[in-house]
């Protein structure tokens, strides 16, 4: 079936930067919304950006003016740019996508979530 892999996370100092990256792979139709979200340790996972099927963001406040959410339609792949990071933004990121996998009106679009990476703001 459907699956997302993310890459990208790692060790950075607060100000650095970082990109994230999350391809689906499998049987797909059309990928309509995706989104970043984030879980840090002893805290529930919240959401960080959302981009519609034609270009539309979202941003939670903590994101606004610092990170970047965008996607390339033909590679089914969606990227989170993240700079001038901070303590705070210590967490695991997640990938999230909502894909119709075959062209029927009968089978709903269903969502998908990726392994997750570990994003480390710390000096």
């Known amino acids: 079936q459907v699956q997302l892999a993310e890459s990208g996370g790692g060790l950075v100092q607060p100000g650095g930067s970082l990109r994230l990256s999350c391809a689906a792979s499998?049987?797909?139709?059309?990928?309509?919304?995706m989104a970043w979200y984030r879980q840090a340790p002893g805290k529930q996972r919240e959401l960080v950006a959302t981009i519609t099927n034609t270009g539309g963001t979202n941003y939670a406040d903590s994101a606004k003016g610092r990170f970047t959410i965008s996607r390339d339609n033909a590679k089914n792949t969606v990227y989170l740019q993240m700079n001038n990071l901070e303590p705070e933004d210590t967490a695991v990121y997640y990938c999230?996508?909502?894909?119709?996998?075959?062209?029927?009106?009968?089978?709903?679009?269903?969502?998908?979530w990726g392994q997750g990476t570990q994003v480390t703001v710390s000096s």
């Open positions: 999230n996508a909502n894909i119709q996998a075959r062209p029927s009106a009968w089978i709903p679009a269903a969502d998908y």
């Open positions: 499998g049987t797909i139709f059309r990928i309509n919304a």
